[in-house]
């Protein structure tokens, strides 16, 4: 069973551009999750997707915005990049089944580099 | 303020010495409990995970955690560490009405002398 896949591995950028990066998840797996990765702030939660629709959102501004599609596939995008938006961006899916915990299977991450 | 805590940023440890990984949770309820493996270059991957029941968990690789609810703890270890364990470490909470939302601790890196 293929893991998740992150797309592009790497991406560098300049201030004020915008970004999009692509999840898909474990097949049969409905939810995705987006958490940035920086030296100073750790690992925080971005949002998750479940069935093309977003049940969660951690605490970031609205430049940070996600999508999912019908097949689960999800994106997400910055707009108006900051130096401060270079982290490591990973993206994490589940089954998602309502009432349960199910274990998250990470991706290897994209790394994204705003000069 | 809900919280997880990694107290050691650092460790060193020689190889095939024991290892304790210490978390601490500050959380109304008992929350989910899991422990994170990164590797330099990786995403994470899960060692093991503690949602009720027994207070010992047996993960991959020979880990072990250890949830104490007096102290809100749950400690990762390893009996004898190999170089390959040379890595960053996660604690991390889920709150069971939470959805799919993980808090992780700041982490602890792991250095093997060999």
């Known amino acids: 069973k293929a893991g998740v896949t992150q797309t592009p591995r790497y991406l560098i950028k300049t201030r004020g551009q915008q970004v999009t990066l692509s999840c898909s998840p474990i097949?049969?797996?409905?939810?995705v999750s987006w958490y940035q990765q920086t030296p100073g702030q750790g690992l925080q939660f971005l949002f998750e997707?479940?069935?093309?629709?977003?049940?969660n959102k951690g605490n970031f501004p609205g430049r940070f915005s996600g999508r999912q599609f019908s097949n689960s596939r999800s994106e997400m995008n910055v707009s108006t990049l900051e130096l401060g938006d270079s982290a490591l961006y990973l993206c994490?899916?589940?089954?998602?089944?309502?009432?349960?915990?199910?274990?998250?299977?990470f991706g290897p991450g994209t790394r994204l580099t705003v000069l | 303020a809900q919280s997880v805590t990694q107290p050691d940023i650092h460790i060193t440890v020689s190889e095939g010495a024991s290892l304790e990984l210490r978390c601490n949770y500050s959380?109304?309820?008992?929350?989910?409990l899991f422990w994170y493996v990164q590797s330099p270059g990786q995403g994470l991957q899960l060692l093991l995970k503690?949602?009720?029941?027994?207070?010992l968990v047996q993960g991959i690789k020979g880990f072990e955690a250890e949830f104490k609810r007096s102290q809100s703890s749950f400690n990762l270890r390893k009996p004898s560490v190999h170089w390959s364990d040379a890595a960053e470490y996660f604690c991390?909470?889920?709150?069971?009405?939470?959805?799919?939302?993980?808090?992780f601790g700041g982490g602890t890196r792991l250095m093997v002398k060999p």
């Open positions: 994490a899916s589940s089954s998602g089944l309502a009432g349960r915990w199910d274990t998250q299977y």
């Open positions: 097949s049969g797996h409905r939810s």
């Open positions: 997707y479940f069935s093309e629709t977003q049940r």
């Open positions: 959380y109304g309820a008992t929350p989910y």
């Open positions: 503690y949602f009720s029941g027994d207070t």
């Open positions: 991390a909470v889920a709150l069971w009405d939470a959805g799919n939302m993980l808090t």
